[in-house]
Structure formats: structure tokens, C-alpha cells
């Protein structure tokens, strides 16, 4: 009976070592060299999207390619637009450093890529926690970040002013001379009034959107520094 229940009992640990792990939204993902904060898991927990703690300050391309269309269509998959722009570069012989802001994607390693319109999208609800701005679920998130090394999204800069870094996303939009979609702080006017009087005791009202920006728009100046780009990794 004694080497029964043993067996039973290394079966039971056998099994629960081979169950797979499950992640939700603000763990951190360390596997196999791939280290990012999670925002996205699917309905099992064993899947999802990490955004990298680092952040890009600078263009989505040069000049040269600023008003082309690069045919970065995909909304759901931002990997897909990275496939996108490397046959770009393979058929027009180009190279990686013409697209500052996907070759620096590159360069964390493989998998990384720039996120899709909808990956923006659902970045923007697991840091802002909702419709409705909020500044301090956004900073909760960044103390996430800030553990790993990392930066938050909120700019604490020129003026007393605390302001949402834009985000590039890799998907361009159509017919539309070279803008692409980029998530950012739309403010209401009066949460506005309030701010340029009161600066950062304000309370500041709106929501994060996605709306077009030109690719290849330069970073604020000394003060501030705006954070452009965020990697995202599928696990």
C-alpha cells in the first residue's frame, strides 16, 4: 500500500510540473532570453503579448521613405507590417537603417516587433484600465516597468506638465500621404483650461486614441523627450 501511494504521489507532482503556466495582465515574462511586461492574455492565461520595458526615442523612418507607401497594412499582427518592410528593403535595396524604429525593434531580439493598430489598442486598455483617462492607472503600471528597468508612459516634463508619450504603431494608413496610426492623449478643452492654470494639480479628463501622425515627426527638445516606440513580443 506504501508503494502505492508513493507512486500516486509522483504521479500527482509529474503532473503538476507539466502543467503549463498562466500569466495575467502586469506579470512579468521571463522565458528562454524574452523578458517584457504582459498586457494581453487570451481566454486560457498561457498566451498572450509582452511590451518591452525599453522605449524608442526617434523616427519611424528617414526622410527618404517618410511620404512612400511601405504597404504596412495590417491592423491585427504588427509582425506582419515587420515582414512588410523587410521586403521593402530586399526589393528596393534599402537596409534596416532607413526604419530607425523597427530596426531598434530588431534589435531586442528575435520575435520583437512594433504593434499593430489593434495591439495599440489593447495596450492602451490594460495601461489606462478603461475609457476614461486615467493617469494613475497608468503610473501603476510604470512602477511595473520601472522594476524591469524600463520607463513609463508618461512624460513628468516642461511646465509642471505630465503628458502621455505618443506611440507609433507599424500600421499606415490608407490614402492618407505617409501617416501612420499612433496612440495618444486626446485631452477635452476644458480638463485643458484646467491644466494651463493649475498644471499638474489638475485633474486632467479625456482618452487615449488612435489617430494619424506623420512618420517621420521629430522627438520634443531638451525638456521633454517624447517616447515614440514600444516593442511588443508574443508568447
Request: charged fraction near 25%.
Amino acid at each position: 500500500m506504501k508503494k502505492i501511494m508513493l507512486s500516486i504521489i509522483a504521479l500527482v507532482s509529474s503532473i503538476s510540473m507539466v502543467q503549463a503556466q498562466t500569466y495575467k495582465i502586469g506579470d512579468v515574462y521571463d522565458k528562454g532570453g524574452v523578458k517584457g511586461v504582459v498586457f494581453y492574455v487570451d481566454d486560457s492565461g498561457e498566451h498572450g503579448l509582452l511590451v518591452s520595458p525599453s522605449g524608442f526615442e526617434g523616427k519611424w523612418c528617414k526622410k527618404e521613405q517618410a511620404n512612400n507607401t511601405i504597404n504596412c497594412y495590417d491592423e491585427k499582427d504588427g509582425a506582419v507590417n515587420m515582414e512588410t518592410i523587410a521586403t521593402y528593403i530586399k526589393d528596393n535595396d534599402a537596409s534596416w537603417d532607413e526604419f530607425p524604429l523597427f530596426q531598434w525593434a530588431r534589435s531586442l531580439g528575435e520575435g520583437w516587433y512594433i504593434p499593430a493598430s489593434d495591439e495599440l489598442k489593447l495596450l492602451a486598455k490594460a495601461i489606462n484600465g478603461g475609457e476614461e483617462y486615467s493617469e494613475k492607472n497608468i503610473n501603476k503600471f510604470a512602477k511595473i516597468l520601472k522594476k524591469e528597468k524600463g520607463k513609463g508612459f508618461i512624460n513628468k516634463g516642461f511646465g509642471h506638465s505630465d503628458d502621455f508619450m505618443n506611440i507609433y504603431s507599424s500600421t499606415e494608413m490608407r490614402d492618407s500621404n505617409g501617416l501612420v496610426f499612433t496612440l495618444f492623449f486626446q485631452e477635452s478643452s476644458g480638463s485643458k483650461f484646467g491644466t494651463a492654470m493649475l498644471g499638474k494639480f489638475a485633474k486632467r479628463k479625456g482618452k487615449l486614441i488612435l489617430a494619424g501622425q506623420y512618420k517621420n515627426i521629430l522627438t520634443g527638445g531638451l525638456t521633454i523627450k517624447t517616447d515614440f516606440g514600444r516593442a511588443v513580443h508574443k508568447f
